[in-house]
């Protein structure tokens, strides 16, 4: 089944929300010693089914399904780690968070957009 549109944005928007506790997790632990910073899985994993959304088991005859895998991955290279171990880059990590508000931003935007037609198109209220 393909989602509609407003489940999908419903979906981006939940993604980028975790998104976001990780990138502030990132930036909490920038002066722990030893701290790897986490990045999550792109959204098209999320949308394979190979990302953190559990499928959803509507029957019991469905199979039941695998365990999803943990939303964040660690991903930094042990060359870009400071003296102390950590591997945080403040930089970087400032910039994922404002890449993030953008991509929440557009689903919001998107979300209302289509929001506003169905009630366009049902018309006013009794």
Do not use: C, W
């Amino acid at each position: 089944m393909i989602p509609s549109l407003l489940q999908l944005s419903a979906q981006r928007l939940n993604y980028l929300a975790q998104n976001q506790r990780l990138l502030a997790q990132n930036i909490a632990n920038l002066d722990t010693p030893g701290y790897t910073p986490k990045a999550a899985v792109p959204f098209q994993s999320v949308l394979d089914g190979s990302g953190p959304l559990p499928l959803a088991v509507t029957s019991s005859a469905d199979i039941t399904p695998p365990e999803a895998p943990d939303f964040a991955v660690e991903n930094q290279a042990a060359s870009a780690r400071a003296l102390d171990g950590n591997a945080v880059s403040l930089d970087g990590q400032l910039a994922a968070v404002s890449h993030n508000e953008l991509s929440q931003q557009f689903a919001v935007n998107l979300y209302q957009t289509y929001l506003g037609m169905f009630h366009t198109a049902l018309g006013p209220t009794p």
